[in-house]
Structure formats: structure tokens, C-alpha cells
């Protein structure tokens, strides 16, 4: 990845509240037209990451920067007016309409027009609605409304905190295919938080599980079509664990008997480059998993150093 390619990167990222931290050592690097899928339990801390990236909440410390500049050292206004959000409940004017909402989101930014507005209603499926007083409507029109806001003025950088609250399952979709087509079309590079794994699966090129207000697993094989594998090996004389980093994606845990890691290479690769490295691949264990696994035994394995920490 070239650094022009780079829309957004934090270096050792950390929020604290109180004295307790909320956010610790995040570091990202976000590349130009792609999907990140945020994920983590309540309380991880995705929010807040989400806050800080939009440039709206200090951290305490490192640093964020966005399209080469530093967001809080050397904030440029016009440069933070590029990045689109939708963060906790999207808060619009109840006795306005919804076409008069965005215009008025549009005229803050100093871009008016009447066709900017339709369109961008017509692509959250809300221009039939444009006459609608926002007190009116329902809690999935307000939700489309909060993304076409968070759109309109075709943002580099798009923060989407659940954003598919409050939809069905064809407002799930039309989204879903919304958002993948301004990748397509703008460059956008977006970052969406969800609870919905599958949505995650379908939608992102690249995954990050937080939890704990730290990055536990970051990863850009999370595609639907690609196949993910859990791997299980005994820990024999000489074998060198950290060489299986070579051909793994990521390291699960590293005991005294045995070693878990994911790949998405096939068990019949994995046994070469086992074999390679002196140990028995007859003994490898491998297992298809999916994301939802996946996103389970890593909070499940924080959870035992949680424990074990406070024995």
C-alpha cells in the first residue's frame, strides 16, 4: 500500500475518560475505496474510534491523520467537511421536510442545489417522501435519512455507526448495494460499524474486531467468497513457532502444547509449510470457520486473559 493510497491512518490511538481508557494503542491504516467493517461487543470502544476519526473528539493520545494532514494539530475546516458521518442518532429539524433538511446540510457546506438533493434522496429511496415533515416519518425513514445526509456531499471518508438500525431486510439491501456503488463510483473509503455479522460478510473488504478499546483482530480476507481455516498443531522439539506467521493470518493462542492460528490457505497447503518447518503435519488439525466463529473465539479468548489477569 503507497501512502498516496492512504486515506486515514492513527498512530498509538488512545482515549482516556476519568483515568480509565477507553481507546489503547490503535493503529490503522485506511487505503482509498474500501469498506472496513467494525466489530465488537457493547462497550468496545467503537464509537468513541468512530467520534475521533470524524475529528470531533480529542484523544489523549496519538495522532489521526486524514488525506496527509493531522486532524487535531492542524485542522483544516474544509478538509474535515470531506468526511461524512452517521454516528449514534442521526438528529434532523422535526418541523422541516426531509428535502428541506438536506438542503439545509448542503447550504452548511456551501453546496446548494435542488437536483443534489432529489438525487440523493432517490438513491436512499426517500424521494417520494421528499414533502414529509421529519416528525412524520417512520424510525427506518429517519435511518435513510441520516445516510443520505452522511452522503451528500460525496464524501472521502464515510463513518457509519449501525448504520441499518430500524430497516428491513430490503431497506438491509438497498444500503448494503448503496453504499458498495459509492465506493465504485466516488473512491469513498468507509468505515461501518456493526452488530450484524453477515451484513459485515457481504459488505466489507477488510474486517477489525475491537474489543476492550483495543484492535484484536484486523484482516482483509473477510469476504464472503473466501474460505477461512482454524488450525491446530502440537508444539514439538524445535519447531519454530513464530516462522508459522510466514503462512498464517493470524496467531489465536500460543500454549506449551499446541499452537491455534487462521489461514485462509487449504490444509494440504498448510502441511507443506508445516512439514517445511520440521514439524509432524499429520498431526495438524484443520477446520472451516466462518466469520461468526471467527468473531467468537476471539472474544472468548480475550475474555480467559481477562480472567486469568485478574486471578
Known sequence: MTERNVTLRTEQLGVSIKGKPILQDINLQLERGRIYGLLGPNGAGKTTLLKVLLGIFPPSAGSVWFEGSNLYEQPDAKLIETIGSIIEYPGFYDNLTLHENIELHLRYLHQQGTKEVDDVLRKVGLYEHRHKLFSQTSLGMKQRLGIARAIAHSPRLLLLDEPTNGLDPYGIKEVREMLMQEVIRNGTTIVISSHMLSEINLMADDLIIM???????????????????????????????????????????????????????????????????????????????????LYLKLLAKEYRYESAAAQ
Open 211 to 293: 474489543n476492550q478499546g483495543k484492535i484484536i483482530f484486523e484482516s482483509a480476507f473477510v469476504k464472503n467468497t473466501q474460505e477461512m481455516h482454524l488450525y491446530r498443531l502440537p508444539v514439538t522439539s524445535g519447531l519454530q513457532v513464530e516462522a508459522i506467521m510466514d503462512f498464517a493470518s493470524h496467531m489465536l493462542s500460543q500454549g506449551p502444547e499446541y499452537v491455534e492460528f487462521i489461514s485462509v490457505l487449504p490444509l494440504t497447503e498448510v502441511r507443506h509449510y508445516v512439514t517445511g518447518l520440521g514439524a509432524n503435519a499429520q498431526k495438524l488439525e484443520g477446520y472451516r470457520l466462518s466469520l461468526e466463529d
